[in-house]
């Protein structure tokens, strides 16, 4: 368990936690914590919203700082998948035509669009969340909202990621995609039952999280034959973006905490 741990967490952040040495069977093992990653990503930025708090930042630049922070912290691996999903099913005509666009390094107009309306929208969405006028339990409220999103974006890509098809040969999405199991899926799910229990603003932030892993596994299949790490990527930085999106309409006592 310890090695799957530091295998996902060496994956997912930029921490050098991981082992020499990782084959694909370990890659798909370590999923199981991917959720648990996404609270390390998640409380780090906590932490980093707090002190931003304390020291008065204006909600605008705190919220450009987390994104770019979170970018730092994930080696921007997600951003990828954005900008190479939306270049290629803004560019193509056929599935085939739409992956080769996809696997192309350089990046279009459509994807350039996707990554800015992405990170605009998660950057609109922390900057509601943090919003100055807060009393310190408030504030906790808020962390705790911050902080489970990430670790609910993850799980959302085990569900993707579970039961679908991958439509190349080879790719590094090929070790997750129809490779995860129900099991994995439960196992994940328990890292985040410590959100669940606070109450039911944290349930629908949890299936905001969850819509695009819905909607993309059926538009991935249907216009490009199946998932691929991209999707993956993709679909974890949308969720990112309604989560916190949600969690800012939380924040401001527009849901019941």
């Given at each position: 368990m310890l090695h799957s741990l530091r295998t996902a967490l060496s994956f997912l952040t930029m921490l050098p936690?991981?082992?020499?040495?990782?084959?694909?069977?370990?890659?798909v093992r370590g999923a199981v914590f991917f959720p648990l990653a996404g609270w390390v990503i998640g409380l780090a930025m906590a932490a980093a919203a707090w002190f931003f708090f304390r020291v008065g930042i204006n909600p605008l630049p705190a919220a450009?700082?987390?994104?770019?922070?979170?970018?730092?912290l994930t080696?921007?691996?997600h951003l990828d998948g954005v900008a190479d999903l939306f270049d290629g099913l803004?560019?193509?005509s056929t599935p085939e035509k739409r992956l080769a666009i996809m696997k192309d390094s350089a990046t279009g107009a459509f994807g350039a669009a996707g990554l800015i309306l992405t990170l605009g929208l998660k950057g609109a969405a922390l900057s509601s969340l943090l919003s100055p006028a807060q009393s310190s339990p408030a504030i906790l409220k808020t962390?705790?909202?911050?902080?489970?999103?990430?670790?609910?974006?993850?799980?959302a890509m085990l569900t993707l990621a579970w039961k679908s098809h991958y439509p190349r040969l080879i790719g590094t999405g090929h070790v997750f995609v129809g490779q995860i199991t129900i099991k994995?899926?439960?196992?994940?799910?328990?890292?985040?039952?410590?959100?669940?229990?606070?109450?039911?603003p944290i349930l629908i932030i949890l299936l905001c999280c969850q819509?695009?892993?819905?909607?993309?596994?059926?538009?991935?299949?249907?216009?490009?034959?199946?998932?691929?790490?991209?999707?993956?990527?993709a679909s974890c930085e949308i969720a990112e973006a309604l989560g916190w999106l949600a969690a800012g309409f939380s924040s401001q006592a527009l849901l019941p905490f």
């Open positions: 936690v991981g082992p020499d040495k990782v084959s694909a069977g370990q890659l450009v700082l987390l994104v770019i922070m979170e970018a730092f080696r921007g691996l803004g560019g193509g962390l705790v909202l911050l902080a489970v999103v990430p670790a609910a974006a993850r799980w994995q899926v439960l196992l994940a799910s328990l890292f985040l039952l410590p959100a669940v229990v606070t109450g039911s819509l695009p892993a819905l909607v993309l596994r059926y538009q991935a299949h249907k216009l490009l034959g199946g998932v691929t790490g991209d999707v993956l990527g």
